[in-house]
DNA sequence: TCCACTTGCGTTAACGATAACAGTGCTTGG
DNA sequence: CCAAGCACTGTTATCGTTAACGCAAGTGGA
């Protein structure tokens, strides 16, 4: 009733109310020893009563440090992503830390925009999948919080970051076709420019060179954004004169669009491709993914963050650290290879 | 250098270095009218010169409203809550307002003290997907901030909320599979103290009361919580001495399992089920799936609470709104019935 | 010439919580 | 019997920002 503005109670009313001051009662909510278990009672009575909750703004004014690490994704509709928030929530819970949400939606213009309103909202510290190659933005956030940087490395900054085993698991997967006899493997890839694009090209350049097959240009396509374009790209490639006979996909996304370019052609080819993702078991095509933990990245970059906000004030800055998640190779066989039929493993 | 705490430079020491008071700052920054233009020069070559971003924080403790919404759903690591997610984000970002994240991890006692500890952070409003029946904590939260329930309707609270068709959309995709002649249909559901479990359940038993078919129920099974548990109950019911003819699940986790048993057992039933996933146009399955914009359960429940935040301290409270997004029955044919081969639509 | 009025800026007092300090009674030892 | 110590609680100042007000200098109309 007596609510000033939309606001609640403050220590003053809950104070008023079991006749004490504001200072009393903030000893209380504290566990502080030095306060009477008369008066300990009284106060948690008008807690309840008045159903008093502490504001944590005006604490983090006066104590310093928000509780809170903000986290800026590109696309939180691609469950990669997702999983690394749920990977960064994680940590930071177990830590006592909120995380304010960001989603660039792949725009790198609305990048630095977001991040600013993330430092005016005092974050301890900053996660972010950076969305363009341009960092001058995060090396401004820089200047007031820590900042790591997850699935793609800096450029240009010195900065913690946590990345996928990109080279490695490119190269690997490839092998893998190459192993089985595959010499004309088409390679559909998101836009060179981004870090990933280019070190998974690398990967597949280096089976390839590994085993002495020249990987034909014709059959590498750039610059794939989403499951469409890398449909259109497939069925491209499907209607060459020599078209090849596995792909490779450097993403989810792309595998999905060539998958869905296949099926609809009535064709049936090796796939092989980066990320895992639901249903690859049952499609009954022979697929090679490059598995890996997307929640793990979340963690890893979670608790680089955690560390240098432990060691903040501190002696001199350490050197910035590099994390790897590793990946796995994971084969999914044709239903004739793998011949259905068999029980589900538990019970 | 100066650096009192961790934390950067002031508006003193931003007026310190313009010639000005704390107070001229506030108003160049506020683009308040009353300022020369030397003055509002100065100021600002202070402002880049020190890096200089206004605290958020000590702005909410003055002004009142943190700029900041709390949401949190049962398990980001479901594209359905993740994109629920994205479409408050993007609500929220329209209206200048962030996120602050909680994900309770299916685990419904968990829930309470997240969301008491967004109400400390000084959330202006709240979007929860209540993780269990007990909604007290609720009715505590509801004491602060407006709370807008989305997926999951109220118990026995007076609150606005979104949902889906969950009646509807079951009953006309049941009601598919029976128009095809199916008339052993099993069930596949989540446990039915969710309101999504039960209020699917009676969907489909609906539509089989409407052509007079009676649901066999030894063919209901109810209470899975994953993929796995629903892969598991699939066997069991292709097992039984009179198998179903045709699978109906409750949502996306449950599909998938079931897909999965039917993969693996090399037997091709008619699927029908709630929420679509990537993929499911490519498994070569007949596939009924009731489809819906999750990010639009998102953007709806994040405008039904930005709608109570403006008309907030207006006259009488506003009875509460139930919206509800549409669900569509997507169906998808088997290889040999939808006939391979037709290139895509798109150039 | 003088007073209202504007322009441009500084001062003060909050917002809510809390660290540091300052009492107020009581006990206890010399 | 008094100083010193302890247990408990209140006062003051502060975190960074800003609404409200104050005050000086300049402007213009009567």
Redesign the pocket.
């Known amino acids: 009733m007596t609510a000033?503005?939309g606001?609640g109670p403050?220590?003053?009313d809950v104070g008023k109310l079991a006749?004490?001051?504001?200072?009393?009662v903030?000893?209380v909510?504290?566990d502080d020893p030095?306060?009477?278990e008369?008066?300990r009672e009284r106060v948690f009575a008008a807690v309840d009563r008045l159903g008093y909750r502490?504001?944590q703004t005006?604490?983090s004014?006066?104590?310093g440090g928000s509780g809170m690490i903000g986290l800026v994704v590109t696309n939180l509709a691609n469950p990669f992503y997702s999983r690394l928030a749920l990977g960064v929530q994680e940590v930071a819970t177990d830590y006592g830390l909120r995380v304010l949400l960001g989603n660039s939606g792949e725009r790198a213009d609305r990048e630095p925009g977001l991040i600013d309103g993330l430092v005016d909202h005092q974050v301890e510290g900053l996660i972010v999948v950076p969305a363009g190659s341009r960092q001058q933005h995060l090396a401004r956030a820089m200047r007031h919080v820590p900042v790591v940087l997850a699935a793609r490395p800096p450029a240009g900054l010195d900065t913690d970051c946590v990345l996928v085993e990109d080279f490695h698991g490119a190269r690997e997967a490839t092998a893998c076709l190459l192993a089985e006899g595959q010499t004309r493997i088409a390679f559909l890839g998101n836009p060179p420019a981004l870090y990933t694009g280019a070190e998974r090209l690398r990967g597949f350049w280096a089976a390839h060179e590994e085993v002495g097959v020249e990987p034909d240009n014709a059959l590498i396509r750039q610059g794939l954004v989403d499951a469409a374009t890398a449909e259109r790209a497939t069925f491209d490639l499907l209607g060459l004169d020599e078209p090849p006979t596995a792909l490779f996909c450097t993403n989810n996304r792309i595998s999905q669009g060539a998958i869905r370019a296949l099926y609809k052609s009535g064709t049936t080819l090796p796939v092989a491709g980066f990320d895992d993702f639901d249903l690859s078991d049952v499609l009954g095509l022979p697929l090679t993914l490059v598995s890996y933990d997307a929640d793990e990245i979340g963690r890893q970059a979670a608790r680089l963050l955690i560390d240098r906000l432990e060691q903040d004030g501190d002696a001199a800055p350490r050197a910035s650290r590099r994390v790897t998640v590793p990946t796995r190779v994971v084969r999914h066989g044709a239903p004739s290879a793998d011949g259905p039929g068999h029980p589900p493993t538990g019970a």
Not at 19 to 24: D, E, G, I, L
């Open positions: 000033r503005r606001s403050t220590m003053h006749q004490v001051s504001a200072m009393t903030s000893r909510l504290k030095g306060v009477s008369a008066t502490r504001n005006a604490r004014l006066r104590l």
